[in-house]
């Protein structure tokens, strides 16, 4: 009976939510994408109904702007969705698990554990919590992942919601339902800034609409009350401002530093050296004129017969010296130590397989 391959997404041990066989991937709480396309398109279909329409009788019948005010609407609707999706559905920089922790980094504890089979003792693996690796000529420690059974990237941190390590973590964002990483930074930032954009043109056509109105009833409450999807788009409008357009001035003021909202709020007030802080103009043109990075994991790919059996390819860090933070005393001796627990470990592999082979024989008599 021939056994069906699984691909990568379907294997997955993260908790995220695929769609279309892999092509698209979200967050667990993907849910709130929906309502943050309904926060978007309810008021934009209300105001080319209603105030547009307004505006438009109101204006000469030979103005542009007639048909101008509400394709311009429909025109930034459409790109802040598109913003949003590509937000949302895309790999935010997920770095790909090791099926076991990194062999050629093992450090073992000289504590001795119990080898319940034939009483043995043998020494225990262990792994340094933290590592040192320089970056532009400055230490920087980076920590080791249980759940991912690898040293984390430099800027890289392990989101708790999508249980993944993502590169360059900025935040988890529950209003777009994925996690902001080196992948989709950019394209978040032009959607939380183009939706400040969008409620700054809604707001000031729904008071020019009223503008209109006054002039024809004099009274501002009688505008008011002739076209109240006017007040309510404003206070609507008014109230997400503050909201989009802070985030905006926020990021602005990262991106100018180079910095993530992760840091930010880490290790903001500990007044540490930003290592990679490049200046304000070569920062922003590393967020919006760099290439994005090609995905690490291809999420449609068969997986492997071998990975369920040999350690999957580890990350690696490009141009950086690698320096491990250990607890050893000198380093000659660390590797003398080690190497005679490797030699123990192969006398000891030796005498297993000598028993094996007298059980074996004990048998077939």
Same mark, same amino acid.
């Given at each position: 009976?021939?056994?069906?391959?699984?691909?990568?997404?379907?294997?997955?041990?993260?908790?995220?939510?695929?769609?279309?066989?892999?092509?698209?991937?979200?967050?667990?709480?993907?849910?709130?994408?929906?309502?943050?396309?309904?926060?978007?398109?309810? /008021?934009? +279909?209300?105001? #080319?109904?209603? =105030?547009?329409?307004?505006?438009?009788?109101? &204006?000469?019948?030979? $103005?542009?702007?007639?048909?101008?005010?509400?394709?311009?609407?429909?025109?930034?609707?459409?790109?802040?969705?598109?913003?949003?999706?590509?937000?949302?559905?895309?790999?935010?920089?997920?770095?790909?698990?090791?099926?076991?922790?990194?062999?050629?980094?093992?450090?073992?504890?000289?504590?001795?554990?119990?080898?319940?089979?034939?009483?043995?003792?043998?020494?225990?693996?262990?792994?340094?919590?933290?590592?040192?690796?320089?970056?532009?000529?400055?230490?920087?420690?980076?920590?080791?992942?249980?759940?991912?059974?690898?040293?984390?990237?430099?800027?890289?941190?392990?989101?708790?919601?999508?249980?993944?390590?993502?590169?360059?973590?900025?935040?988890?964002? /529950?209003? +777009?339902?994925? #996690?902001?990483? =080196?992948?989709?930074?950019?394209?978040?930032? &032009?959607?939380?800034? $183009?939706?400040?954009?969008?409620?700054?043109?809604?707001?000031?056509?729904?008071?020019?609409?009223?503008?209109?109105?006054?002039?024809?009833?004099?009274?501002?409450?009688?505008?008011?009350?002739?076209?109240?999807?006017?007040?309510?788009?404003?206070?609507?409008?008014?109230?997400?401002?503050?909201?989009?357009?802070?985030?905006?001035?926020?990021?602005?003021?990262?991106?100018?530093?180079?910095?993530?909202?992760?840091?930010?709020?880490?290790?903001?007030?500990?007044?540490?050296?930003?290592?990679?802080?490049?200046?304000?103009?070569?920062?922003?043109?590393?967020?919006?004129?760099?290439?994005?990075?090609?995905?690490?994991?291809?999420?449609?790919?068969?997986?492997?017969?071998?990975?369920?059996?040999?350690?999957?390819?580890?990350?690696?860090?490009?141009?950086?010296?690698?320096?491990?933070?250990?607890?050893?005393?000198?380093?000659?001796?660390?590797?003398?130590?080690?190497?005679?627990?490797?030699?123990?470990?192969?006398?000891?592999?030796?005498?297993?397989?000598?028993?094996?082979?007298?059980?074996?024989?004990?048998?077939?008599?």
């Amino acid at each position: 009976m021939a056994t069906t391959r699984q691909r990568v997404y379907q294997a997955w041990k993260g908790r995220n939510i695929f769609l279309l066989k892999g092509r698209l991937i979200f967050g667990p709480d993907a849910r709130s994408v929906a309502i943050t396309v309904l926060l978007i398109l309810i /008021p934009s +279909v209300i105001f #080319c109904t209603s =105030v547009a329409r307004n505006l438009a009788d109101e &204006l000469p019948p030979t $103005s542009c702007l007639r048909y101008a005010i509400p394709a311009a609407a429909i025109l930034f609707t459409i790109y802040v969705l598109v913003l949003l999706f590509l937000t949302s559905s895309r790999d935010p920089g997920i770095v790909p698990r090791n099926s076991h922790p990194p062999e050629d980094e093992s450090f073992y504890d000289p504590s001795v554990r119990i080898d319940a089979n034939n009483g043995r003792q043998t020494p225990t693996p262990r792994l340094p919590r933290t590592k040192e690796v320089l970056v532009n000529g400055l230490p920087v420690k980076v920590k080791y992942c249980e759940t991912c059974m690898l040293y984390r990237p430099p800027r890289c941190s392990h989101c708790s919601v999508c249980d993944n390590c993502v590169e360059r973590f900025d935040h988890h964002c /529950p209003w +777009v339902g994925q #996690c902001i990483g =080196v992948r989709n930074y950019r394209h978040f930032f &032009l959607f939380v800034s $183009s939706s400040a954009f969008l409620c700054i043109y809604v707001f000031a056509m729904s008071a020019w609409n009223i503008k209109f109105l006054m002039d024809q009833h004099v009274y501002l409450w009688r505008a008011m009350r002739e076209s109240p999807a006017s007040v309510v788009l404003m206070i609507y409008c008014f109230i997400f401002l503050w909201f989009v357009g802070g985030l905006t001035c926020f990021h602005l003021y990262l991106i100018s530093r180079n910095q993530t909202t992760y840091e930010n709020f880490r290790y903001g007030a500990l007044n540490r050296v930003n290592v990679y802080n490049k200046g304000c103009l070569r920062n922003f043109l590393e967020v919006f004129c760099s290439k994005t990075k090609p995905s690490r994991i291809n999420f449609r790919a068969y997986v492997q017969e071998e990975q369920t059996q040999q350690q999957q390819q580890q990350y690696c860090f490009p141009a950086m010296q690698v320096r491990e933070a250990a607890n050893r005393e000198n380093g000659d001796g660390g590797d003398d130590r080690r190497v005679k627990v490797e030699d123990n470990l192969e006398i000891d592999k030796d005498f297993m397989k000598i028993s094996e082979r007298h059980i074996a024989i004990e048998d077939g008599v």
